[in-house]
């Protein structure tokens, strides 16, 4: 079992940045690829990006290409989203998720949720 708590959401202005922190506990939780979703009410849960185990690889969504980074520290168990620029549209819940895959991704584990807004 693995648990995820995702910190560092809150309000911010539109250019402004934003850096989420999940951190994960539990057996094994460096060997798992890990990625970030959002979602807004009424829509479904969206794929922003995603990091394999050893951080070789990574992958983001087209609408934050350029603008989010994906990292990892697998010796403090933590997974980071860097949000630059953001803008209105960027505001979710924004949730982390584990995957025993990078390529076939399957969420094994799914954090709270932290809520992002950013007003115009």
Known sequence: QVQLVESGGGLVRAGDPLRLSCAASGRTGSSYAMGWFRQVPGK???FVAKISSGAALIYYADYVKGRFT???DNAKNTVYLQMNSLKPKDTAVY???????????TTKFWGQGTQVTVSS
């Open 44 to 46: 479904e849960r969206e």
């Open 70 to 72: 994906i990292s990892r």
């Open 95 to 105: 949730y982390c998720a584990a995957s025993l895959l990078f390529g076939t991704w």
